[in-house]
């Protein structure tokens, strides 16, 4: 049976102007129409959603996510087994969708069970492509090693993805795509969460890298490159990559080479600022993650203020970007829109172009040209919000203003209909 969403203003995700009274349509899952009421007649017999007075949106498009749980807390996590960790996970899965987010790439800890048993209705959340794990060299970002000379296995259904040299890489490279990798996630760069390096610290060399992406595209899959520190950008740029996942110390040289290479990049800028603030108020954040790691935190901070302008220029000068969170176990559950508001403020874009970066540029990023749009053939993501977020796009934080959530023509959140 078709379903009608009419009365609302409608925002389809391309950047056009907004409808004013528009309908979309949907039957089996996909969008058949979509348009001023005027032009787009509503099918005998289909179901109506009143969205009067609110905008219509596509479902927005998490282009980094980490959805699957690990305890904040080491040792509680050391002493969780596997099944009661995959049962966590199942929660935030739920609570991304509930947000607004309909489709997400897992930037690493989610397998192809997570992806399938979602795609199945077994458990409810966004619709996943997964890279499994992050591939890290010996000591990097991703190798889970800790001083007291054990390596922790965060996610045990997972294989190890620590590799060093050209071959290493390779064969691990061709592991994860067996395992059903939709594309390859590779460390190039320290993390501001490592225990054991630097986050500027370059990982991997050009070499190194290049193999993983050629070796991704022999299956034609994509690689997607943790990179904070300028070195580490500056090698993943030259390998070739796919999209550049927080990127904050790039400079005009790597701008420049992404520009004319049609490097992706995903700013996850809310991260840092939101971290700081959670270990400031929430008590139940572990206390080791209190002191070094803040003082850390903090330093990024600041040295991220002096980045803004460069960034807008990037932007201006149309570095591609795709909405990105870094959403985790620890962070950003359930609040990946905040990504929003910070990109209108230190990226400098309007918030229609943020809009277009959560949905059809987030589309085009990861290569699925179906989502991301309310045009006819795309599936039936849609959003429908109460107020105007191209006014001020921090009402699509507010969960309570999302009436519903739509992903591939199935209802999960309706106040519609109430």
Same mark, same amino acid.
């Given at each position: ?44 017999? *289909? ?7 609110? @905008?219509? !949106?596509?479902?927005?498009? $998490? ?34 969708? *509930? ?38 060299? @010996? ?45 390859? /996630? ?6 501001? @969460? ?88 929430? /008590? ?11 003082? /850390? ?90 107020? $105007? ?12 203003? !999302? ?6 023509? /199935?209802?999960? @959140? ?5």
């Amino acid at each position: 049976m078709a379903i009608a969403i009419v009365g609302g203003t409608l925002i389809d995700g391309t950047g056009v102007d907004p409808v004013a009274r528009g309908v979309v349509v949907i039957e089996d899952g996909r969008i058949t129409a979509a348009g001023p009421e005027t032009q787009v007649g509503v099918p005998a017999g *289909a179901t109506i959603l009143d969205a009067a007075g609110r @905008t219509v !949106l596509p479902g927005f498009i $998490d282009t980094h996510v980490h959805g699957t749980y690990r305890a904040r807390d080491m040792r509680q996590h050391l002493l969780n087994t596997p099944t009661y960790n995959v049962l966590k996970s199942i929660e935030v899965f739920r609570e991304t969708l *509930a947000c607004g987010i309909t489709t997400a790439r897992d930037m690493g800890g989610a397998d192809a069970g997570f992806r399938e048993a979602i795609a199945e209705g077994v458990i409810d959340g966004p619709r996943l492509l997964i890279s499994l794990g992050m591939v890290s060299q @010996t000591g990097g970002h991703g190798d889970y090693w800790l001083p007291a000379g054990m390596r922790i296995q965060k996610r045990a259904w997972l294989p190890n993805t620590v590799a060093d040299g050209v071959e290493e890489i390779r064969r691990l490279v061709r592991e994860l795509l067996m395992r059903g990798a939709d594309f390859i /996630k590779i460390c190039a760069t320290g993390g501001i @969460t490592s225990v054991t390096d630097s986050w500027d610290e370059p990982q991997f060399t050009i070499a190194e890298i290049s193999t993983a992406v050629s070796e991704a595209a022999a299956k034609g899959k994509r690689v997607a490159v943790h990179a904070e520190g300028l070195a580490g950008i500056k090698n993943a740029v030259q390998a070739g990559i796919h999209s550049l996942e927080h990127g904050w110390f790039m400079d005009e040289e790597c701008i420049d080479k992404m520009i004319e290479t049609g490097i992706w990049w995903v700013p996850t800028l809310a991260l840092v600022p939101l971290s700081i603030e959670h270990r400031r108020k929430n /008590k139940d954040w572990a206390s080791h993650q209190l002191g070094q790691e803040d003082v /850390k935190d903090a330093q990024i901070y600041s040295l991220m203020q002096t980045q803004i302008p460069l960034w807008k220029e990037a932007v201006r000068r149309g570095v591609k970007v795709a909405m990105g969170t870094d959403q985790s176990h620890r962070l950003l559950v359930g609040e990946n829109m905040v990504e929003l508001g910070f990109m209108v403020d230190w990226l400098g874009m309007s918030p229609m172009e943020v809009i277009v970066a959560s949905t059809t540029r987030a589309a085009e990023c990861i290569e699925r040209p179906n989502l991301g749009a309310l045009k006819p053939g795309c599936l039936a993501d849609v959003l429908v919000v109460d107020g $105007d977020p191209l006014a001020d796009i921090r009402i699509l934080e507010q969960r309570d203003r !999302l009436h519903l959530i739509m992903k591939g023509g /199935k209802v999960f @959140t309706d106040k519609l209909s109430a």
